[in-house]
């Protein structure tokens, strides 16, 4: 069953830094991925999606994110941390045995600090 | 358009009290999901819907029920509710199977 790990409940950062949040993907055919930001007392928003047009994905707000079948990884990066970057980031899978439904990982909270 | 949006915000129940949150979307979207959300654990699905007057257990659908009588509401029944039902909610509507879901901002229920 298709399933995703993030490493790293939380992840520091300075302002102006580079943003690496990691996503590991298991998944015997290939999958849909998705990124998804909650920024304090909000719901989810989509940051990116994968859907096996391209191996790099580019969102919004600067964050992209690379489809990489021989790592089974979908890590997502920001060349620079902004204040406003401070959230909590999902990545999920595309579950489709029967209804296809998004499975969640355990998210990560990014910090960014002046 | 105001997306999704969910009532209540916050509500405090005592053990064995029922409630319902609502869940309304204006975009026309087939498919609607209730979620919980509990640290550590990310997002879990409780039950969803694929159109109006269907429902669907998720991963999670034990001390819950739902109901979809129009296409544009979702509702989620807490009929005696359980400390371990302490969490955040969140409803999320999408086009159809598959495609990007959008979420409300959340209902933050604690039950003592």
């Known amino acids: 069953a298709q399933s995703v790990t993030q490493l790293g409940s939380h992840v520091s950062v300075s302002e102006g830094a580079l943003v690496l949040l990691r996503c590991n993907y298991s998944?015997?055919?290939?999958?849909?991925l998705f990124w998804y930001v909650q920024y304090p007392n909000q719901g989810l928003q989509l940051l990116l999606k994968y859907t096996s047009a391209a191996t790099l994905v580019k969102g919004i707000n600067g964050f992209e994110a690379e489809f990489k079948k021989s790592e089974t990884s979908f890590h997502l990066t920001k060349p620079s941390a902004h204040m406003s970057d401070a959230a909590e980031y999902f990545c999920?899978?595309?579950?489709?045995?029967?209804?296809?439904?998004?499975?969640f990982g355990t998210g990560t909270r990014l910090l960014v600090s002046p | 358009n105001a997306g999704v949006t969910q009532t209540p915000k916050f509500r405090v129940l005592k053990t064995g009290q029922s409630m319902t949150l609502l869940c309304a979307q204006d975009?026309?979207?087939?498919?609607m999901y209730w979620y919980r959300q509990d640290p550590g654990m990310g997002l879990r699905l409780i039950h969803y819907s694929v159109g109006e007057g269907t429902t669907a257990k998720g991963e999670v659908p034990d001390g819950y029920n739902v109901s979809r009588l129009k296409k544009q509401n979702f509702l989620l029944g807490l009929e005696s509710a359980a400390p371990s039902q302490t969490s955040v909610y969140f409803c999320?509507?999408?086009?159809?199977?598959?495609?990007?879901?959008?979420f409300g901002p959340g209902t933050r229920l604690t039950v003592l």
């Open positions: 975009m026309n979207h087939e498919y």
């Open positions: 999320a509507s999408s086009p159809g199977q598959g495609g990007t879901q959008y």
């Open positions: 999920a899978v595309l579950r489709n045995t029967g209804f296809q439904k998004l499975v």
């Open positions: 998944s015997s055919v290939p999958p849909y």
